[in-house]
């Protein structure tokens, strides 16, 4: 698995338009040129939201896929799908060891 290939390809779906043009056309080509497993290019294919996230993708270029309107995920779907992730606790799950460490150091702002 090579989640910096996966987060590299999401990357040049929002900043190469050759790159999009050619994955819009034929996805195939477009990862043949990365060292990617079978389930990862099943999951981009199919817009896997979740377990994209779940592999380490960041969410922020995740958002591309909406962004694009590829793989069958739009704004709609791919906020209900991220939310799915919230309500496991994967996504909230990230944040808490950071969060208590800054607490610790006392750099952790109530939010009011």
Do not use: W
């Not at 779906?13 to 389930?39: G, I, N, Q, V, W």
């Not at 939201?49 to 960041?58: A, D, E, N, P």
């Not at 799908?81 to 990230?94: C, M």
Request: a positive charge; one cysteine or more.
């Amino acid at each position: 698995m090579s989640v910096y290939d996966v987060n590299k390809i999401f990357y040049l779906l929002e900043t190469d338009e050759a790159f999009l043009a050619t994955f819009r056309s034929d996805a195939d080509e477009a990862l043949k040129a990365f060292r990617l497993t079978p389930a990862e290019t099943a999951a981009i294919k199919g817009g896997d939201i979740v377990s994209l996230y779940q592999m380490g993708v960041h969410a922020f270029l995740l958002n591309v896929l909406a962004r694009h309107n590829l793989c069958g995920v739009n704004r709609d779907n791919y906020i209900s799908r991220i939310r799915t992730l919230a309500g496991r606790g994967a996504a909230s799950s990230d944040s808490r060891p950071r969060r208590k460490k800054a607490a610790a150091r006392g750099n952790l702002r109530e939010s009011g």
